[in-house]
């Protein structure tokens, strides 16, 4: 029903910045709340960012405060994240998500899921 597909991972120097973009298939309902989290190897998928579709309301990980950025455009049925002054530690698989029941920082919680996008901060 949802298709959910992540853009804009690469390869980054820490210090540096990247924007990722989620774009979903079909209208996102003014209920929703949209998600980002990530995974580094041998690691759980962590929370990072989210934000309630209708209001903006937004919520960040400890982690990335400061750093990062959620928003998005309603009219596309895209959200973004900036990512700003990246460090090796960001590195990882960065993915979208969707949570119906609105905002949310647990992955349970969330309802459709995007394929991910790699992130690797190096120098």
């Known amino acids: 029903q949802v298709q959910l597909v992540e853009s804009g991972g690469g390869l980054v120097q820490p210090g540096g910045s990247l924007r990722l973009s989620c774009a979903a298939s079909?209208?996102?309902?003014?209920?929703?709340?949209v998600g980002w989290f990530r995974q580094a190897p041998g690691k759980e998928r962590e929370f990072v960012a989210v934000?309630?579709?209708?209001?903006?309301?937004?919520s960040y990980a400890d982690s990335v405060k400061g750093r990062f950025t959620i928003s998005r455009n309603n009219a596309v049925n895209t959200v973004y994240l900036q990512m700003n002054t990246l460090k090796p530690e960001d590195t990882a698989v960065y993915y979208c998500?969707?949570?119906?029941?609105?905002?949310?920082?647990?992955?349970?919680?969330?309802?459709?899921w995007g394929q991910g996008t790699q992130v690797t901060v190096s120098s």
């Open positions: 934000i309630s579709w209708a209001g903006g309301s937004t």
């Open positions: 079909v209208h996102i309902l003014k209920s929703c709340a």
């Open positions: 998500a969707v949570a119906l029941r609105g905002i949310s920082t647990y992955r349970r919680e969330f309802d459709y």
